[in-house]
């Protein structure tokens, strides 16, 4: 991945862990199981940067809580869902100008560490 351009700033969380029903079988919709979360955002920074204001600056803790919400109220039946779902939240918030997200399933194949799926969306820079 490229170095954020002049101005911009890369957030990035890692290992979001939550408990959620994902799955295509009865099992596995009906039974919360741990996903594991990582997006990465870029957004115009430099009035934050330079002023050194909060309010200016992207509110990575209120994304977050809002993909916390979604993910434990809601249950999917595919990883491609929910990383969409989760995608869209992200990018409702204005100052995003692009966000890449990836969704794991830990213990979703016998013999993987998990199964993971990865969606990307950008909006042109302002």
Excluded at 36 to 53: C, G, K, S
Excluded at 61 to 82: A, C, D, P, Q, Y
Excluded at 95 to 116: N, T
């Amino acid at each position: 991945m490229s170095p954020p351009a002049a101005g911009h700033a890369r957030i990035q969380v890692k290992n979001l862990r939550l408990r959620t029903c994902v799955g295509i079988n009865e099992q596995e919709f009906n039974n919360r199981q741990d996903v594991v979360i990582n997006f990465t955002l870029d957004y115009v920074a430099q009035e934050a940067i330079e002023n050194e204001r909060i309010d200016q600056a992207l509110n990575y803790r209120l994304l977050t809580k809002s993909l916390i919400r979604h993910v434990e109220r809601n249950r999917f039946g595919l990883l491609e869902r929910m990383a969409q779902e989760l995608l869209d939240l992200l990018m409702h918030a204005p100052q995003v100008l692009s966000a890449v997200i990836e969704v794991d399933k830990p213990h979703a194949l016998r013999f993987a560490d998990s199964v993971s799926v990865t969606l990307a969306a950008s909006r042109p820079a302002r």
